[in-house]
């Protein structure tokens, strides 16, 4: 699945305990959102820029990724620099821009990069079975993790069910219009994908039950910490002091 899409490698990153990632990941991502300071922030996506090249996941897929993240951003853009007051910067026209409206969506451009790429190199460099195993030993809730679980096994369903569905109204000469007839024909079809998910919820838990499932999974293999690991956490823990120095 795209969600386990940088998963597979041979990079350092990827042979790294994922409770070690988890570990380093959130403090991380909590000082890059809370952080007011640009040379903080330009410092922190430096650093997440340097991860997504030890993992070695520059590629094409990791542009598009990029690229949709800052998509919303391009509104920012377009509208804080002119309806933010404060300090003069310059003038397009008739219209001001603040040196408050040109900062307040850089940082927020900056941060978004920064934590889309640890967010990416870190935890993205797993798979999906090993974060839920790594939480499990992070003592995060059970229910929790077999709820974070089973989203991503049957998103992947939903989503070849919505577009088997979609297959079948253009097969019938469906075309979407700005009509009273599309917004009804898309309420039933939204309906139907409701009430099919629903079907196979039941039919998947009536499965579970028949092979004695109690809503948790056993670990049968467990995370043992190398060398390598310990080298990680020195390292990234390095990396939050300098972003905090700064």
């Not at 509208?79 to 307040?104: A, K």
């Not at 079975?129 to 679980?149: C, D, W």
Request: with cysteine; charged share 15%.
């Amino acid at each position: 699945m795209q969600i386990e899409a940088f998963s597979k490698g041979r990079s350092p990153l990827h042979s790294t305990d994922p409770r070690m990632k988890l570990l380093a990941c959130l403090p991380l991502i909590l000082l890059t959102a809370l952080s007011q300071d640009i040379l903080q922030v330009t410092a922190s996506l430096a650093g997440g820029i340097i991860l997504a090249a030890i993992a070695g996941i520059y590629s094409r897929l990791l542009l598009q990724r990029l690229a949709t993240v800052n998509v919303f951003m391009i509104f920012l853009w377009a509208t804080m620099p002119f309806t933010i007051s404060g300090e003069h910067f310059w003038n397009i026209g008739p219209l001001n821009i603040s040196r408050q409206g040109v900062t307040l969506p850089l940082l927020i451009t900056l941060k978004t990069n920064a934590i889309a790429l640890y967010t990416i190199a870190l935890p993205g460099t797993s798979t999906i079975i090993a974060l839920s195993h790594a939480m499990l030993h992070l003592r995060v809730p059970g229910k929790l993790v077999t709820m974070f679980y089973f989203f991503y096994r049957y998103i992947g369903v939903i989503a070849d069910e919505f577009s088997k569905m979609l297959r079948m109204l253009e097969a019938r000469g469906f075309r979407a219009s700005t009509s009273i007839h599309t917004i009804k024909v898309y309420a039933f079809f939204t309906g139907m994908l409701f009430i099919k998910s629903h079907e196979r919820s039941e039919r998947v838990y009536n499965a579970l039950v028949m092979r004695n499932f109690h809503g948790d999974f056993p670990l049968l293999t467990h995370f043992t910490l190398k060398q390598r690991d310990l080298i990680f956490m020195a390292a990234m823990s390095c990396l939050f002091m300098l972003i905090v120095l700064l």
